[in-house]
């Protein structure tokens, strides 16, 4: 019995709950079918294997599931195995073992090899298992004929290409648009396919219904690397126009292409229709794209049955041999010109770890490291040699551990968090609304306001505001309390101080309110927080206090109220700069004044060895710099030119 929306029964259910024991109940007790699906024909085991239950699935199989029942789709339980998780790799492991139909077709002819390659990027070895099991790699689309190959070249994975081409895949067939697997991959960019492509022998000048060849859908696209290779590896279609008269060139400039891609697109056009050259052969570079697809294989073979002692050299009969077996692009033609080029003691041997780099026999731009990404040259000095580049040192800040947050013990945010404070109606914006100057703006009202004024007591003659009683209580709200110095909210403030959350809770760079209040100059909120008995000494992570940050922003009414409040004026930070240093840097003559007025020691220096005089020269306004020279006049700055920066010998030039 299945529910009546989706059909699910109580099997599917267990299932979906991964509940093995209430699988078997229902299948070995209770007599459920293990292959009734639901409305849309999925079938228990399906529901198992598209979850990567596999245990489930085993239940399943062994209560007799059929592996061979299809959906309402005509979807095998195949098509359901092939995300790229170990699970799912599991399930289709045990529907292959329990005589699972490899290529049964949907209703649109899929299979479910097809489906696998239309996500060969994500998941290529559910591709080769299929393979292995006797897919079919010749197998095409109902109605748009577009074929697995041609899928697994738009997906872009080029080891399922090989497969599929190993099994039999044409590299030129075409779907109903006329489109080939050289298409499909030029349009999405992926390189290594057409290399694949092309080691067995693909067209790549066959055009679409369009008459786009592979290299116009490069172009239109933008990928360089691409059209380099369909360039050197076609004839004749780089100097076709479309069937909208498009070039390649003027396809280049609708796209707005980079500049390397325009640079390959016109040396495609140079190319096409001449003569090829000794080391471009089409035989030459079909072969050499063949050894780079199946090189390794090649080698393996050659050293396990005819070279055990690695020496690199095999009889030429027995090379010729091998590459006959491996249906390589080897002709008679390949023997005579290549032959004696890698025969190096002449005595009929061949040099095959020598043949596999393909440099003797094929030009350096066709290789395959010409179309690797160029490293950037160091750029040389004025002197001739590299300049070395400045070392960079990693400059380390001290943040608040996550596990060191505290929290409130009601399951509350973090303590820097605090309930924000939202008047349920809305007096604080429009408290006097209601007042007489107000309805004075509201004709209308005003009139029925005072023909009613005479028929009320005195006491209720002017409107209230009873939005309190009809007005929805809003959902409660957090707010950072750093946030509520940064904007003035004064009212989150209290509200926090009420509730018990303290002035000195800090962020995790370790600033307080007070802090945020000073940098922004908050003026109200400072005072506010400083009546509550904020720490006015309090430190961040770089050892700042509120007067560092107040002279840092150059805020003169905030630094001398935190000096009225005691603020020390010799608190020195991380960078050894103190408040009066920070108010140099800001130029602002009345705060400098202000912090010497209270104290501030002028024989002060930073850890660059800076005092007042020159962190004066460097940031200070003139008036600044005048205004110390003639307070301190017997302190002199020190030329950072010729400040001693350590000891030793001196070096010699």
């Not at 789709?73 to 399930?91: N, R, V």
């Not at 750093?482 to 962020?507: F, M, P, Q, W």
Request: one cysteine or more; glycine letters at 8%.
């Amino acid at each position: 019995y299945g529910e009546p929306y989706e059909g699910e029964t109580a099997l599917i259910i267990a299932v979906k709950e991964n509940d093995i024991d209430m699988i078997k109940f229902l299948t070995k007790s209770m007599g459920a079918l293990p292959d009734f699906g639901d409305l849309a024909g999925v079938t228990p085991a399906m529901r198992a294997a598209e979850r990567g239950l596999d245990g489930a699935l085993a239940a399943l199989i062994e209560a007799g599931a059929n592996m061979r029942a299809s959906d309402n789709e005509g979807k095998s339980i195949l098509f359901y195995c092939l995300e790229p998780s170990e699970e799912h790799a599991k399930c289709l492991a045990l529907a292959l073992e329990n005589d699972a139909d490899v290529n049964w077709p949907a209703k649109d002819g899929r299979t479910a090899f097809f489906a696998a390659c239309e996500v060969a990027a994500d998941n290529p070895e559910a591709c080769k298992r299929l393979l292995e099991a006797g897919a079919m790699a010749e197998v095409a689309q109902v109605g748009t004929r577009r074929t697995a190959l041609m899928a697994a070249c738009a997906s872009g994975s080029d080891e399922v290409v090989l497969a599929a081409l190993l099994r039999g895949a044409d590299p030129n067939s075409a779907d109903r648009q006329g489109g080939t697997p050289a298409h499909h991959a030029a349009r999405a960019g992926h390189l290594g396919c057409l290399f694949r492509l092309s080691a067995f022998g693909a067209d790549f000048d066959r055009l679409d219904a369009k008459q786009n060849g592979a290299i116009h859908l490069a172009t239109a696209a933008g990928h360089a690397g691409c059209v380099k290779f369909l360039g050197q590896r076609g004839t004749s279609a780089a100097k076709v126009k479309n069937a909208d008269g498009k070039t390649l060139r003027l396809l280049a400039k609708e796209a707005k292409v980079s500049k390397a891609c325009t640079k390959e697109v016109r040396r495609a056009e140079r190319m096409s229709g001449k003569p090829r050259a000794k080391n471009n052969e089409l035989w030459a570079l079909t072969l050499y794209d063949w050894t780079l697809a199946r090189g390794e294989e090649l080698k393996t073979r050659l050293l396990t049955e005819f070279d055990p002692e690695s020496t690199g050299q095999v009889a030429r009969e027995d090379f010729v041999q091998v590459l006959g077996i491996m249906g390589a692009p080897w002709t008679p033609d390949c023997d005579k010109k290549l032959g004696p080029l890698y025969d190096k003691t002449k005595n009929s041997s061949f040099d095959y770890k020598d043949f596999l780099l393909g440099k003797k026999y094929i030009g350096k731009l066709y290789l395959a490291a010409a179309f690797e990404p160029k490293k950037k040259r160091a750029k040389k000095g004025k002197g001739g040699g590299r300049r070395k580049k400045k070392a960079k040192y990693p400059f380390e800040i001290c943040v608040l551990p996550d596990e060191q947050v505290m929290r409130p013990a009601y399951g509350a945010p973090p303590v820097m968090y605090v309930p924000r404070a939202v008047s349920l109606t809305d007096t604080q914006q429009h408290q006097q609304r209601f007042e007489e100057q107000q309805l004075q703006r509201m004709p209308e009202l005003y009139q029925l306001e005072k023909q009613a004024e005479l028929s009320r007591p005195q006491a209720s003659r002017k409107l209230q505001d009873d939005s309190v009683w009809y007005s929805t209580r809003l959902a409660k709200s957090f707010v950072n309390l750093n946030d509520c110095a940064k904007h003035g909210d004064v009212e989150s403030i209290r509200l926090a101080l009420r509730k018990g959350y303290g002035t000195e809770v800090a962020d995790k760079l370790s600033k307080t309110p007070l802090m945020v209040a000073a940098h922004y100059g908050n003026i109200d909120v400072a005072k506010f927080l400083l009546e509550a008995g904020a720490d006015v000494a309090a430190r961040d992570n770089f050892k700042w206090t509120p007067l560092h940050h107040a002279c840092h922003a150059g805020h003169l009414e905030m630094a001398e109220l935190l000096l009225k409040s005691g603020a020390p004026t010799e608190a020195v930070a991380l960078n050894g700069s103190t408040p009066l240093l920070r108010a140099i840097e800001t130029a602002n003559l009345q705060l400098v004044d202000l912090l010497l007025k209270y104290g501030a020691k002028a024989s002060v220096e930073n850890k660059m060895g800076q005092m007042i005089h020159e962190v004066a020269q460097n940031w200070g306004a003139p008036k600044v710099a005048d205004f110390i020279k003639t307070k301190f006049p017997k302190m002199t700055a020190i030329d950072p030119k010729k400040r001693k920066t350590g000891g030793g010998a001196k070096r010699k030039r």
